[in-house]
């Protein structure tokens, strides 16, 4: 549902739950008084987050993402990486090489058991935002399995990045003191417009 709307809907509401409770305090109906308050009391919560919210459309999967976030909010990410500038074919390029215990990846592997393809953007996004980058929208598939090129093997590209076009690199990253090997970003490079 559209923000606006649901405002003016809550707001109507509002008004409503506050007739009610100076209704009900006015012919002291005391055993309607604690429901009465505690219905404007989150109408009024209600209110206050549509208010705030900066999503154009208020859905369940945005009011449950809000309060995960809220309640439940991520450990910042503690990334080390290295930063290079420079130009190649005449275009700009910036890249970040991460080291041995890069970012995690969420992959899936595919239907042919060749390619693994990004399933998840959001540990991507952290390292992005991290970084002072611009977010990715979605998930992309092994650059390889588009190509068909064995050179394409652990590579992903976003074609409608916002900068321009971002590539990511992926390696295996062994973390010794937890005994645990994971798929990581080796790197991220970001070719200009």
Wanted: aromatic share 12%; charged share 25%; net charge positive.
């Amino acid at each position: 549902m559209e923000a606006s709307t649901l405002k003016i809907i809550i707001l109507i509401l509002v008004g409503l739950a506050a007739i009610w409770v100076i209704r009900v305090f006015a012919k002291r109906e005391w055993e309607n008084a604690f429901r009465s308050a505690i219905l404007l009391i989150l109408l009024l919560g209600a209110f206050f987050y549509v208010e705030r919210s900066k999503a154009e459309k208020i859905t369940w999967g945005v009011i449950k993402e809000d309060f995960k976030r809220t309640f439940f909010p991520e450990k910042p990410i503690q990334v080390t990486f290295t930063k290079h500038e420079g130009v190649q074919g005449g275009q700009r390029y910036v890249r970040y090489y991460f080291g041995d215990l890069g970012p995690k990846l969420s992959l899936t592997l595919d239907s042919t058991q060749q390619y693994f393809h990004i399933k998840d953007v959001h540990p991507i996004n952290r390292v992005l935002e991290h970084l002072g980058l611009e977010r990715v929208r979605n998930p992309v598939p092994e650059l390889a399995s588009v190509t068909g090129s064995r050179n394409d093997l652990n590579l992903y590209r976003w074609d409608d990045y916002p900068l321009g076009t971002l590539i990511l690199e992926r390696q295996i990253c062994q973390d010794r003191d937890k005994l645990e090997s994971y798929a990581c970003i080796a790197s991220i490079t970001i070719f200009y417009r």
